[in-house]
């Protein structure tokens, strides 16, 4: 076996704190995520963000958002008392680079206190290549970009609008946009030796058949996981409202399984996390930790 190089080594060391990365240390490290980014500039026909749902547990969903000041707070009142905590990322409820200077001023905050925690962070990455140098610059080491589609035509059924810098782009024009700022987004972070995950919602009927190609795709601009989810049909989505099914299980297996047979490294614990979620995988502890209990 060849030796390991010194970043191959800082790698795996990086991953294996990682619960999301690293499917045996999500029983051992905590993930704490940030709920400071409420806009989101695409509109995604399955999303409905919503923001007091104490029984619902998807992305997107959180009790209160917060500013990066109360983000800092939060953080050291939840890593006082929770020990495991390795991870602390931003995703959401809506998109984090479309909130850049509070997602930025929160992962500042985290840093100063927290130099040993890793930073994550979650895009749909319409505006990631704008950010690649504030994101290494500031040691955010993990970053995933949920890619649904690598077709436009397939992505226009997914995507109802783009918003960029003051213009709304609709349709195949809107997802043709969004694809390729992701897949270049992708690519010049993993150049930057960045460790990438891609989310991909599986959508039954939609881009089923394609997500493989997704995945292969993404493996050669550097992905270095896939993350294949089952559709949420959330509540006064369009999906919901078209009749859109959610895939079962036995599919979404079957695709994990195609994926993984390509060579692509496919995490299959993931738990759909809440944008406010804290503490181990599959353990959201995020009503323990109010205000009241922290501070
Ligand atoms: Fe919703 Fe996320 Fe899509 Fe934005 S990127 S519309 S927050 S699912
Ligand atoms: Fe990890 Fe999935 Fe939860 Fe994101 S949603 S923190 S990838 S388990």
């Known amino acids: 076996m060849e030796p390991r190089t010194c970043s191959e080594s800082v790698e795996l060391e990086e991953i294996s704190r990682h619960p999301c990365y690293n499917e045996e240390a999500h029983r051992y490290f905590a993930r704490m995520h940030l709920p400071v980014a409420p806009a989101c500039n695409i509109q995604c026909r399955y999303c409905n963000r919503k923001f007091d749902c104490v029984n619902e547990s998807r ?52 840093k100063e206190s927290f130099p040993d925690v890793s ?108 993350n294949v989810t089952p559709l949420i049909v959330a509540p006064g989505s369009q999906f919901e409202i078209e009749g859109q099914r959610a895939p079962r299980p036995k599919e979404l297996h079957a695709l994990q399984e195609s994926c993984a047979g390509e060579g692509m490294k496919v995490m299959r614990h993931c738990r759909q996390c809440r944008a406010d979620a804290i503490g181990l995988l599959g353990q959201d502890r995020s009503a323990d930790f109010t205000w009241d209990n922290i501070e």
């Open 59 to 110: 992305p997107g969903v959180v009790s209160e958002v917060l500013t990066p000041e109360q983000a800092g707070r939060k953080v050291k009142g939840v890593a006082a008392q929770l020990l495991q905590l390795s991870v602390v990322g931003i995703a959401g409820p809506g998109d984090p680079l479309a909130n850049a200077d509070k997602t930025f001023d929160a992962f500042n905050r985290v």
């Open 119 to 226: 930073l994550c962070l979650s895009t749909n990455g319409l505006t990631l290549l704008r950010h690649v140098d504030t994101i290494v610059e500031m040691g955010i080491r993990h970053v995933t970009i949920t890619i649904n589609a690598i077709d436009p035509d397939i992505g226009s059924r997914i995507y109802a609008w783009v918003y960029d810098e003051g213009i709304r782009y609709e349709g195949r024009v809107g997802a043709e946009l969004l694809i390729s700022r992701q897949l270049a987004g992708l690519k010049a972070l993993s150049e930057r030796g960045i460790l990438c995950k891609v989310n991909s919602v599986l959508i039954p009927g939609i881009n089923d058949s394609h997500l493989l190609e997704v995945s292969k795709t993404v493996k050669l601009y550097g992905a270095t996981l896939h």
